[in-house]
């Protein structure tokens, strides 16, 4: 079962507005990190908040995390065309083994920029 | 291009066959992961590899195996393939494990269609 629900499941807004995705999780985490996915393409890391830290930029792109809430939200702002993806985010579960990692993907949210 | 590829794009076969996927991650990683999506389970971690060795084991199937080689690239085998195992599979890879987190990166995935 997935870890992260994302929030919406889909956005549909206008080039140049500001897109706000939320994820939420239920476990105690390491990080959490955002990933971008073209249609039917593979996983590109965007940016990774630890799980110490509150907020973190990266260009137009604005992370938080409120662990007490367990959750996380991806701000990217004056979006263009591009951006039109799917965003998922991925939980780093603490693990016992040294350098284990499993990642755990949320259903993502399906980002559309409309011209 | 994330640096990781992945063998082949497609494949195509009939079900109850066995079939093995490539992946050669990024110079200089370690670590390759596997990862399935499909349109019903999402995005989900099969298993990790460090230098060779088994590290993190998430939902795959008894009917699944994988090995990292000495030269770092990885397979996955899938046997007695059913119709439910149609989908994505990444491969990804990371750094050495002694980073308390890991940026993963994606290969561009090997689509498996079961007839």
């Known amino acids: 079962s997935q870890q992260g629900e994302e929030d919406p499941q889909a956005l549909s807004i206008q080039e140049g507005e500001n897109a706000t995705m939320n994820c939420s999780y239920k476990t105690s985490i390491n990080n959490l990190q955002w990933y971008r996915q073209n249609s039917g393409r593979g996983l590109v890391h965007l940016i990774l908040i630890r799980s110490n830290e509150r907020e973190k930029h990266s260009g137009r792109l604005r992370v938080t995390l409120d662990t007490s809430k367990k959750s996380s939200s991806l701000l990217i702002t004056a979006s263009r065309a591009a951006d039109t993806a799917s965003y998922f985010c991925?939980?780093?579960?603490?693990?016992?083994?040294?350098?284990?990692?499993?990642?755990?993907f949320g259903q993502g949210t399906r980002l559309t920029i409309n011209p | 291009d994330s640096g990781v590829t992945q063998t082949p794009k497609h494949l195509i076969t009939a079900t109850g066959q066995r079939v093995t996927l490539r992946c050669s991650p990024r110079?200089?990683?370690?670590?390759v992961y596997w990862y399935q999506q499909s349109l019903d389970q999402g995005l989900q971690f099969l298993i990790q590899?460090?230098?060779?060795?088994?590290?993190a084991k998430g939902n795959i199937l008894e009917r699944f195996s994988a090995q990292q080689f000495p030269d770092l690239h990885s397979e996955l085998n899938l046997s007695s393939l059913e119709l439910g195992d149609s989908a994505l599979y990444f491969c990804?890879?990371?750094?050495?494990?002694?980073?308390?987190?890991?940026?993963?990166?994606f290969g561009p995935g090997t689509r498996l269609t079961v007839l």
């Open positions: 990804a890879s990371s750094l050495s494990e002694l980073r308390a987190y890991n940026e993963q990166f």
């Open positions: 590899y460090y230098n060779g060795e088994e590290r």
């Open positions: 110079s200089g990683d370690l670590s």
């Open positions: 991925a939980t780093d579960k603490r693990v016992i083994i040294q350098g284990a990692q499993k990642l755990v």
